[in-house]
């Protein structure tokens, strides 16, 4: 959503905002700030410290990084992304999914994250898909079999395809 709307991404630790994204935060002239991720992931700590910074928070996430994967895509479609094709990725090996996401964002379509063994294991990426199948007309899977799984594989475009 970040690169579709051409908005910056900023890092911060668990439990304390670094200084040099405050400072950025600052320079930039940010009025309003979105924290990707749970409060485990994401203090309330750190989004106390950006609202005292006269930032409105907005926060979205999910019960795991499946669930917030499915969030993120759900604000995606509320601004304008198309689901018209789908870009998986795996959600526990994060360079896939950092590279994949700039390049889905350049067509306006969504990146959701996967188990990579098996779509089961991401209950909340399965159900956007069987939500949304009808809209999906490809996915785009990021990386080979040793990634994700041929099952994840077969499992996502069974889903889809309804």
């Known amino acids: 959503v970040a690169a579709y709307q051409h908005r910056p991404i900023l890092l911060t630790n668990t439990d304390s905002l670094p200084q040099a994204t405050a400072d950025a935060l ?18 309330d700590n ?3 410290q950006i609202q005292d910074m006269g930032i409105t ?9 499946y669930g917030t994967s499915k969030s993120v895509a759900a604000l995606g479609a509320s601004v304008g992304m198309n689901l018209t094709r789908t870009w998986l990725a795996i959600g526990n090996n994060w360079p896939d999914a950092l590279a994949a ?21 991401s209950e909340a990426t399965y159900g956007f898909l069987a939500a949304f199948g009808s809209q999906i007309a490809g996915l785009r899977l990021v990386g080979g079999p040793d990634v994700l799984s041929p099952l994840d594989q077969v499992q996502a475009l069974q889903v889809v395809a309804g």
Request: proline letters at 2%.
């Open 101 to 121: 996401g700039p390049a889905a964002a350049v067509n306006g379509n969504q990146l959701l994250l996967v188990d990579g063994t098996s779509l089961a294991n």
């Open 57 to 65: 928070v907005n926060r979205v996430s999910g019960s795991d990084r």
């Open 26 to 43: 600052r320079q930039m002239g940010v009025t309003q700030a979105t924290i990707v991720g749970g409060s485990d992931v994401v203090s």
């Open 46 to 48: 750190v989004a106390a």
